[in-house]
T-cell receptor, first 114, second 110 residues
């Protein structure tokens, strides 16, 4: 049972290039999230999705695009990468049970924009 | 505005007890979470509080006071493997958006 996977795990790209980070889950959890983690800022929400074809902005959405055509996949695209987007990106899922709303995080993608 | 405050760093000795505090000011409240994150790894869920009081889970306990906007994570019988960052997060009411604090880096010394 793979759970939640992210690819690639490491990526180096140049300023101005488009790059897509992939997130895949095998649990069929309704909610999926994208965060970035930077020193001094902690985890910041970029976008989240309540179900297939339903997405909403988080705290820092500018420069990012998401889609969710299937429940299990939630790709994050940087349309024109900038150095300020160098970060560690985490995908997460969440169940919608009444007892808890804990999130399950993928292993992360370390992105460097040169 | 929305804000979560935690100490940046704490140090404790193996076998001791440590309390990590978290204060929050958010627009609405629907639960407070604690996550553990080892260096270079993903966060993992530790505890969830939505009502006032203490939740205990083995060596870890978490306390919440909604009226004070305050929570703490208590770690007992510290072990070297507890050296990690501890993240406090709040979920707003009527939303699945989570706000995270910047985390507390705990060092456990032998």
């Amino acid at each position: 049972d793979a759970g939640i996977t992210q690819s690639p795990r490491y990526k180096i790209t140049e300023t101005g290039r488009q790059v897509t980070l992939m997130c895949h889950q095998t649990w069929s959890h309704s909610y999926m999230f994208w965060y970035r983690q930077d020193l001094g800022h902690g985890l910041r929400l970029i976008y989240y999705s309540a179900a297939a074809d339903i997405t909403d902005k988080g705290e820092v959405p500018d420069g990012y695009v998401v889609s969710r055509s299937k429940t299990e996949n939630f790709p994050l695209t940087l349309e024109s990468a900038t150095r300020s987007q160098t970060s560690v990106y985490f995908c997460a899922t969440s169940v919608t049970s009444a007892s808890s709303y804990e999130q399950y995080f993928g292993p992360g993608t370390r992105l460097t924009v040169t | 505005g929305q804000n979560i405050d935690q100490p940046t760093e704490m140090t404790a000795t193996e076998g001791a007890i440590v309390q990590i505090n978290c204060t929050y000011q958010t627009s609405g409240f629907n639960g407070l979470f604690w996550y553990q994150q080892h260096a270079g790894e993903a966060p993992t869920f530790l505890s969830y509080n939505v009502l006032d009081g203490l939740e205990e889970k083995g060596r870890f306990s978490s306390f919440l006071s909604r009226s004070k906007g305050y929570s703490y994570l208590l770690l007992k019988e510290l072990q070297m493997k507890d050296s990690a960052s501890y993240l406090c997060a709040v979920r707003g009411s009527g939303t699945y958006k989570y706000i995270f604090g910047t985390g507390t880096r705990l060092k456990v010394l032998a």
